[in-house]
């Protein structure tokens, strides 16, 4: 089984067909729409997660190919708006890689380093200014 | 000789620029180098702060008159309600009153991503916001409706009222329970997976202030990145509780009731806040400065982190079922290393109020009083002391009678 967030660009054409449709049902894909902008006779773009055996999913990546879709892998993003933060520290204490973290317990200032973060989210959650945000990104 | 020093004596070397002020942290050092004796012959003033949630916060708003006139019944500024039973266009807004459709804990635990503190945030920011108000109508307020947007230059009188803030001392949070808990301390991981806590510590007001000796009614703080007074004992002011030797309470215990305007204040220093599972609130900054009048002050002031101890406290049972178990102590140096030792478990240590906030704070106020700018007020009647005799009641609940007798 696999589990890949892809972002799929559609041409107005395409955002016509039901192409979603295909994928579910010729491929056995488990889909979850993350993000969806399309509208008739527009372009458009679609973020979505697949769950699938390995073959299914190459092959369904393929079909979407061989029309046209534009197929990009997706990327998540931890944001700490430093502006936001309040520094309080909650979420030095529940991040589990401490991405974010009090390196210096004397002055108690939290700092935030990306290439620590597995984007868990837990910051999320404990943060009492939502400083930390989520963000989606084509790779 | 012992030093004494008047209140007046200290305003006098801030008008002539002359007056030693140090903040609490900074008072910490001068005695461990010069002992207590001389640093209170050379410190005038020691400045405090802390920034934390303080939930009983809220602004009092004097809208304006409409035309044609109208005593507002109902008001809501950015779909959040303000109570408006009051005069004509008078409504005070609470910190954690939350949208009338907001979906709370229904999907739970509820995000609380707005609220009445957020609202106070987006006024003293000068955003606009939008009020809406229903009334009766009456013949000399026939109005019934109104739906317009303001900002916080277009009303009259809008001032911090805040029933209880900088609690002195507090509990240490944890859960013994088998799930994740959502609490006004904090997300609490099951079988102590952490302790939250909430206080600057050694340099919160009321902690350096343990008696209440200078900070009182009438007394002038920084409120909220302004100016504003201590208007009365906060509500659960609860002084005669136990203490250490140093004085400085065990648990919760004093509490204040300030007042200011909002006008001058900043979005930096009234922050909005949300709690998952738990609500919205608000985060106030508060700086007590405190006169160095004697010995006895400065040795008040220059409590440290370690010698200040508050009650670890169980939120699963022992809080919310009023089921207290004893699970001992913790100091704040402690706490503020980031861990703690609680039923024989190292437990990672969890804070909600910002040390390096209140740190800006006091600096912020010793900077004031350097420049002049901020004078020291001998309070208009001291706060209830440790000699107090209050009581603190629980609710007695009775049968209510549906006739009301």
């Known amino acids: 089984m696999v589990r890949h967030r892809i972002v799929c660009f559609f041409t107005a054409a395409q955002s016509e067909q039901p192409i979603i449709y295909r994928l579910v049902k010729d491929y056995d894909l488990v889909l979850n729409i993350l993000k969806a902008d399309i509208n008739p006779q527009k372009e458009g773009f679609l973020v979505v997660e697949l769950t699938g055996l390995k073959k299914n999913y190459t092959q369904g990546i393929r079909y979407l190919r061989d029309l046209g879709v534009r197929v990009e892998p997706l990327s998540q993003t931890v944001v700490w708006q430093e502006e936001v933060c309040i520094q309080c520290g909650a979420c030095a204490s529940f991040c589990p890689t401490g991405a974010l973290a009090i390196k210096d317990r004397r002055d108690m200032l939290v700092s935030f380093d990306n290439s620590k973060c597995v984007i868990c989210g837990m910051c999320l959650d404990c943060c009492p200014t939502r400083a930390v945000k989520l963000h989606f990104e084509v790779a | ?405």
């Open chain 2, 1 to 405: 000789m012992a030093v004494k020093r008047t209140y007046e004596e200290i305003n006098e070397k801030i008008r002539a620029g002359r007056a030693v002020v140090v903040t609490a942290e900074e008072v910490i050092d001068i005695v461990a180098e010069k002992g207590v004796a001389r640093a209170a012959r050379e410190v005038d003033v020691v400045t405090t702060g802390t920034f934390g949630p303080m939930c009983s916060s809220g602004a009092m708003l004097n809208l304006g008159h409409t035309c044609p006139r109208m005593k507002m019944s109902r008001v809501w500024l950015n779909g959040v309600e303000a109570y408006a039973g009051l005069a004509a266009v008078d409504a005070y807004l609470g910190a954690t009153q939350l949208p009338e459709n907001d979906p709370e804990n229904k999907v739970y635990p509820g995000k609380f991503l707005y609220g009445g503190g957020h609202v106070i945030q987006d006024l003293v920011a000068r955003r606009p916001v939008r009020l809406e108000a229903t009334a009766y109508g009456t013949d000399c307020y026939p109005r019934k409706k109104l739906d317009t947007v303001i900002t916080l230059d277009d009303i009259n009188e809008a001032y911090l009222f805040n029933p209880r803030n900088a609690y002195q001392n507090y509990n240490c949070a944890v859960n013994l329970g088998d799930r994740t808990i959502y609490t006004y301390m904090g997300i609490l991981r099951p079988r102590l997976g952490n302790a939250g806590y909430s206080t600057s510590g050694q340099l919160s007001p009321l902690l350096n202030d343990p008696y209440y000796r200078t900070t009182g009614i009438g007394t002038r703080i920084f409120l909220g990145g302004g100016v504003g007074y201590v208007a009365w004992y906060g509500t659960q002011h609860h002084p005669n509780v136990a203490r250490g030797p140093n004085g400085v309470p065990t648990g919760g215990a004093g509490t204040l009731a300030v007042i200011g305007d909002l006008h001058q204040m900043s979005p930096e220093w009234l922050v909005g806040a949300s709690f998952v599972g738990y609500g919205a609130s608000l985060y106030v900054g508060i700086g007590i400065p405190i006169p160095i009048l004697d010995e006895e002050m400065l040795r008040f002031t220059a409590v440290k982190d370690e010698d200040i101890l508050c009650p670890v406290v169980d939120y699963s049972e022992g809080y919310p079922y009023c089921k207290p178990r004893d699970l001992g102590f913790v100091n704040y140096r402690d706490l503020r290393r980031g861990k703690v030792i609680i039923e024989g478990k190292e437990v990672p240590t969890t804070p909600m109020s910002s040390y390096p906030r209140a740190r800006k704070i006091a600096a912020i106020l010793k900077e004031w009083i350097q420049r002049g700018s901020f004078e020291l007020t001998c309070p208009v009647q001291p706060l209830p002391s440790a000699d107090a005799d209050i009581v603190v009641h629980t609710l007695v609940e009775r049968e209510a009678r549906p006739d009301g007798e």
